[in-house]
């Protein structure tokens, strides 16, 4: 997709806030820090406009940002930071439950894991935990930039081991940093959502 044009329409706490439109939707999902931001950045081709951080944890609402007003992208706040209280955490685990069991524009997730690093046991959960409810799921393996070539391969098949993958589970290498994986991720989206 060529995309011009973005918004961020709302930072959405309850879902009485969610947009009230049939705009197909993608959630991206992951530990804080994983790069939901910087993949939603390359998306759209933009450097900052969904706000990226060194500091973990940063995005704690349910962001849906209007894609050409044809779908939506919603960054969903990362799971597995030690440093939000634990009535924090529950919070945000409700509303994310809430949000990818009960919307129905959801057409599917965007799971982000650290390429550089084995899945962790939150990935692992979370992965299942989609599964579980039938979502269709990508998932992208990050900062692949960081990763030597030659070690490719052994990502890919760590991931596939510890998710234990379902047959035919996608998974596509991704830098935000050299826009490795991009025109994947877009084919994916779009054969998801049906937009073009
Ligand atoms: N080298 C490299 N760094 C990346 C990549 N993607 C993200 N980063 C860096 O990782 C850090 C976190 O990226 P974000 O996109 O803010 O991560 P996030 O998942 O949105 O984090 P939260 O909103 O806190 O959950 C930033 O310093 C980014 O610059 C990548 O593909 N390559
Ligand atoms: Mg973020």
Redesign the pocket.
């Known amino acids: 997709m060529d995309v011009n044009h973005v918004d961020l329409t709302i930072s959405a706490v309850r879902p009485d806030q969610y947009p009230k439109t049939d705009y197909p939707e993608i959630a991206?999902v992951?530990?804080?820090?994983?790069?939901?931001?910087?993949?939603?950045?390359?998306l759209i081709n933009r450097k900052n406009f969904?706000?990226?951080?060194?500091?973990?944890?940063?995005?704690q609402t349910l962001n849906f940002y209007d894609v050409e007003d044809q779908l939506y992208f919603v960054?969903v706040?990362?799971y597995g930071?030690a440093k939000v209280s634990k009535k924090q955490r529950e919070n945000f685990g409700q509303m994310i439950e809430n949000y990818l069991t009960q919307r129905r524009q959801l057409r599917g997730v965007i799971l982000?894991v650290d390429?550089r690093h084995a899945p962790t046991a939150d990935d692992v959960q979370m992965y299942q935990w989609l599964s579980y409810y039938n979502l269709p799921i990508l998932v992208v393996a990050?900062?692949?930039?960081?990763v030597k070539p030659s070690q490719y391969t052994k990502v890919v098949k760590e991931v596939k081991t510890s998710m234990d993958f379902q047959d035919h589970q996608p998974l596509i290498l991704?830098?935000?940093?050299?826009k490795r994986g991009k025109d994947e991720v877009w084919h994916w989206i779009e054969k998801q959502t049906g937009v073009k």
């Open positions: 991206l992951g530990r804080s820090n994983v790069g939901k931001s910087s993949l939603t950045n390359t969904a706000h990226t951080s060194s500091q973990p944890g940063k995005t960054d706040p990362g930071y982000l390429g990050t900062k692949i930039d960081k991704f830098s935000a940093t050299n």
